[in-house]
């Protein structure tokens, strides 16, 4: 390559220059004396790449020689975001290369602006494994990520007269030069056909004789470790017509119309599927989830071979994490493998099964998991539904003897659902399978013991563990926010916090000196003023950076309750309307932001971004309000958005139903910058307070135990005044669209309010003027905030990914030399 000597590529800015450089002549193919920013990020990237190539290659080849047990963390999404920043700093070459590009006329941040994010995934579980790869590398684990490459990833916001409209996102177009073609690393994975019995060497034997074949290609994507070598592979497939020509039909004479049909094999990588939890069933997702967890398997299984020459070592040397149910078909899918092709009887390999499989569950609710119809399943794969009729079947008689004839706990516990259609369960299928299961947080694990699978907790309480969930303060501090990131360095005397996030408790002991505060606030200032900035050429709205900056972002769901917040902000719009002049000047100014994606066929939650916008347009013009409330919506959130945001937020509100969010991470990643929770007892929320306490956070609403009782005593009788004045704002039309938010108010209203907005109301509202009062005294408020970034070290994913290795996966570090 470019700039190669003594067998790797050199790091100052000078060779980093002449790279760049090349890359624009030979890669871009354009002049090297006139080119553009965008030309300027690919030649970088390039030139970065490069650079990444070699030491996942090394890397790679030392995994291979050291053949330690590897973990393979198999998830249906990735959100990656972007890649150059975080690249760049995680090899130890931002400053750099922000001096060669300097040296050329550009500017780094304004280069790294060029790039489009990698959103191959929807929320909180995707951005989960962006994370959790970061932290594998950082730490030397010898992992593997596998996922799929979808060419459309998740489809991007639009806001039209405040509705919004979903657009794909063909985030390909430009080229991805942080991916690397593999054409030669490919497998046929098949679909359909039919299941016959054959006798071979005197045994009788299963052979499926699959209907369809498609291609797997694999694309790899090397994710680098913070302050090592170490660059693990992330690889995802690609669908690509099959290899193998069916004769026949191309004799036939119909050229044009097979080689059409070939092409349609490719459809199954096309298109991520937006998080719906209620949208099962279809033949396309299924498809998907059996083409990357054939191909994975193929993989991980020919890397096994090439080192071990019988399957006695393979659960000493593989650990399979499934990432939610998504890839749970893997279960059968190794069985069929064993059984079927290696031969290796169906016992032996039930016992590597059951060793080698854990799996992570990101859901509360029962009815979020994963089913697939009988009829689905036999059609598309019909070896597997043998396999998993067979697994089933064992475990009911072993469970008969365990528990007697229980006919309700059978039926519940059993693998196949019974009624007018007939499921598998997949959480069923991986508690059966998986040697162990966990949950994201404290209060999620508690839940899926005493709720959602309290019939397996019982069978098997040593199954059952958690992690709660961490985020990586590689990507939110030093990528997102390098001065804050500066700041911390300066004050405890190290970079050291970047790799060993329990080393930020040392500014607890500064979180009262005046001079820290001062430079915390500067900080906090500028940030605050970029993101004034941005909100002026988005939407046109003015604000000022003096305001409390108070942000929800996150998808859109009943549950995570944005309507409370619309309505707490009508609130407050409604007392700045009716209070005296005079008093409005001890109103504390707020700029409210809420960003986040509806799914597409979410009526209520495309709602709520409907409301957003008439509240917005209201008060946001009206001149007797002026600077004292603005409300803003963020188009098309995503991980690019959050970096922008989140260094900016004072506030930011964590506030869904007591026992609904699983754990949550934007708060943690908000916590890290220093922004104050506004938040429920709810998720990882209820470890933040044990980290923080909860003087210094607003905390507010019903409790986990008092959920249920609440709900069952029907329409909550303490709903405030205030709150049913607020709904009859919406309902009456005073932002308009009056029939358009008659089903909105239906949901709070006349009984139902299943997520207790009506009753949490009041104390929500304290919470919120609270928060007023402790932002007025900034001494006060800014030691709460660097308080907060100093006990978010138990929220780092190093945390989370360190107990996998030692409770889950049984994994080592392992450390290539550099
Ligand atoms: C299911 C079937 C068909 C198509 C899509 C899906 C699907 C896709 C994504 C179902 C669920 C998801 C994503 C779930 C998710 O993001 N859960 C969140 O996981 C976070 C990380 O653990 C938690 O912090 C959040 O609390 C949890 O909501």
């Given at each position: 390559m470019f700039g190669l000597m003594d067998g790797f590529l050199k790091n100052d800015p000078v060779s980093l220059q002449k790279d760049i450089l090349d890359h624009v002549e030979y890669t871009v193919a354009r002049s090297r004396f006139n080119f553009d920013d965008f030309e300027a990020y690919q030649a970088l990237s390039h030139s970065v790449r490069d650079r990444l190539i070699e030491r996942w290659h090394d890397t790679q080849q030392y995994f291979k020689r050291k053949d330690p047990k590897r973990l393979y963390f198999l998830s249906l999404e990735f959100l990656m975001g972007r890649s150059l920043s975080n690249s760049v700093i995680n090899l130890g070459i931002r400053d750099q290369c922000a001096d060669a590009l300097n040296q050329l006329g550009f500017e780094f941040e304004v280069v790294a602006e060029q790039e489009g994010d990698a959103a191959l995934g929807n929320g909180g579980l995707a951005r989960l494994s962006a994370c959790q790869m970061d932290?594998?590398?950082?730490?030397?684990?010898?992992?593997?990520?596998?996922?799929?490459?979808?060419?459309?990833?998740?489809?991007?916001?639009?806001?039209?007269?405040?509705?919004?409209?979903?657009?794909?996102?063909?985030?390909?177009?430009?080229?991805?030069?942080?991916?690397?073609?593999?054409?030669?690393?490919?497998?046929?994975?098949?679909?359909?056909?039919?299941?016959?019995?054959?006798?071979?060497?005197?045994?009788?034997?299963?052979?499926?004789?699959?209907?369809?074949?498609?291609?797997?290609?694999?694309?790899?994507?090397?994710?680098?470790?913070?302050?090592?070598?170490?660059?693990?592979?992330?690889?995802?497939?690609?669908?690509?017509?099959?290899?193998?020509?069916?004769?026949?039909?191309?004799?036939?004479?119909?050229?044009i119309n097979e080689v059409i049909n070939r092409q349609r094999a490719e459809t199954i990588s096309t298109v991520l599927y937006p998080d719906d939890r209620s949208y099962q069933g279809k033949?396309?997702?299924?498809?998907?989830?059996?083409?990357?967890?054939?191909?994975?398997?193929?993989?991980?299984?020919?890397?096994?071979?090439?080192?071990?020459?019988?399957?006695?070592?393979?659960?000493?040397?593989?650990?399979?994490?499934?990432?939610?149910?998504?890839?749970?078909?893997?279960?059968?899918?190794?069985?069929?493998?064993?059984?079927?092709?290696?031969?290796?009887?169906?016992?032996?390999?039930?016992?590597?099964?059951?060793?080698?499989?854990?799996?992570?569950?990101?859901?509360?609710?029962?009815?979020?998991?994963?089913?697939?119809?009988?009829?689905?399943?036999?059609?598309?794969?019909?070896?597997?539904?043998?396999?998993?009729?067979?697994?089933?079947?064992?475990?009911?008689?072993?469970?008969?003897?365990?528990?007697?004839?229980?006919?309700?706990?059978?039926?519940?516990?059993?693998?196949?659902?019974?009624?007018?259609?007939?499921?598998?369960?997949?959480?069923?299928?991986?508690?059966?399978?998986?040697?162990?299961?966990?949950?994201?947080?404290?209060?999620?694990?508690?839940?899926?013991?005493?709720?959602?699978?309290?019939?397996?907790?019982?069978?098997?309480?040593?199954?059952?563990?958690?992690?709660?969930?961490?985020?990586?303060?590689?990507?939110?501090?030093?990528?997102?926010?390098?001065?804050?990131?500066?700041?911390?360095?300066?004050?405890?005397?190290?970079?050291?916090?970047?790799?060993?996030?329990?080393?930020?408790?040392?500014?607890?002991?500064?979180?009262?000196?005046?001079?820290?505060?001062?430079?915390?606030?500067?900080?906090r200032k500028v940030n605050k003023m970029r993101l004034a900035e941005y909100i002026e050429a988005m939407s046109g709205v003015k604000v000022s950076a003096d305001a409390m900056f108070d942000v929800q972002i996150k998808r859109i769901h009943e549950y995570k309750r944005q309507l409370l917040n619309l309505l707490g902000i009508i609130h407050r719009y409604d007392c700045i309307k009716n209070m005296e002049k005079s008093n409005r000047r001890k109103v504390v100014p707020r700029v409210c932001i809420i960003g986040g994606k509806a799914a597409p066929g979410y009526e209520i939650a495309k709602k709520i971004i409907k409301l957003c916008h008439a509240v917005a347009e209201k008060i946001n013009n009206d001149s007797d309000v002026g600077d004292l409330l603005k409300l803003v919506f963020f188009p098309d959130y995503n991980v690019s958005v959050a970096e922008l945001v989140i260094p900016g937020s004072d506030l930011s509100q964590h506030i869904s139903t007591a026992g609904h969010e699983a754990s949550g991470t934007g708060s943690m990643k908000l916590l890290m910058n220093g922004c104050l929770l506004l938040a429920t007892a709810d998720g990882s929320t209820v470890e933040i307070i044990e980290e923080i306490g909860e003087d210094n956070m607003f905390l507010f609403g019903a409790k986990l135990h008092e959920v249920s009782a609440l709900r069952d005593k029907g329409p909550a009788t303490k709903v405030p005044l205030q709150f049913a004045r607020v709904v009859r704002m919406v309902r009456e039309g005073y932002f308009g669209f009056k029939d358009y938010f008659k089903s909105l108010c239906d949901t709070l209203e006349g009984g139902g309010d299943f997520y207790l907005l009506g009753n949490d109301f009041g104390s929500y509202l304290e919470a919120q003027a609270a928060a007023d009062k402790a932002f007025v005294d900034e001494e006060k408020w800014t030691q709460m905030s660097i308080l907060c970034t100093a006990s978010s070290g138990r929220f780092s994913s190093d945390r989370t990914i360190e107990e996998y290795a030692e409770k889950t996966w049984g994994i080592e570090p392992c450390k290539c030399p550099f």
């Open positions: 932290s594998l590398a950082t730490l030397d684990f010898p992992a593997i990520g596998y996922g799929l490459r979808y060419q459309y990833g998740l489809f991007r916001q639009v806001i039209l007269d405040g509705f919004q409209h979903e657009q794909p996102d063909y985030w390909l177009n430009f080229g991805n030069p942080w991916e690397i073609e593999r054409v030669h690393v490919s497998y046929a994975v098949k679909f359909y056909g039919t299941v016959e019995e054959e006798f071979l060497n005197g045994e009788k034997c299963k052979v499926w004789v699959p209907g369809e074949m498609v291609e797997a290609v694999a694309y790899d994507n090397p994710i680098p470790g913070y302050g090592t070598r170490n660059t693990i592979n992330l690889r995802l497939w690609a669908a690509k017509p099959s290899g193998q020509y069916d004769m026949e039909s191309y004799n036939t004479g119909d050229y033949e396309l997702r299924l498809k998907q989830q059996y083409f990357f967890v054939s191909a994975s398997l193929q993989d991980i299984i020919r890397r096994f071979k090439e080192a071990h020459n019988n399957f006695d070592d393979f659960p000493e040397k593989v650990a399979l994490q499934l990432n939610d149910t998504h890839p749970s078909l893997a279960i059968a899918e190794v069985m069929r493998v064993l059984v079927d092709e290696e031969r290796l009887g169906w016992n032996r390999a039930w016992d590597i099964v059951c060793t080698i499989f854990s799996f992570t569950t990101h859901t509360v609710l029962p009815e979020g998991l994963e089913k697939i119809p009988v009829d689905l399943l036999g059609s598309l794969l019909p070896r597997h539904l043998q396999i998993i009729y067979e697994i089933n079947s064992i475990f009911m008689d072993e469970l008969k003897k365990r528990i007697g004839l229980d006919y309700n706990r059978l039926s519940r516990m059993s693998i196949v659902e019974e009624g007018a259609i007939k499921n598998i369960r997949m959480a069923n299928l991986s508690l059966v399978c998986c040697h162990t299961v966990n949950g994201v947080s404290r209060v999620h694990s508690e839940l899926l013991k005493t709720r959602v699978f309290k019939d397996f907790y019982e069978l098997w309480p040593q199954k059952f563990q958690y992690k709660t969930n961490g985020v990586t303060q590689r990507r939110w501090i030093v990528v997102s926010n390098p001065s804050l990131c500066a700041l911390i360095s300066k004050w405890l005397g190290t970079e050291a916090w970047i790799r060993d996030a329990d080393l930020l408790t040392g500014l607890r002991e500064y979180a009262a000196d005046a001079i820290l505060q001062q430079e915390w606030k500067m900080v």
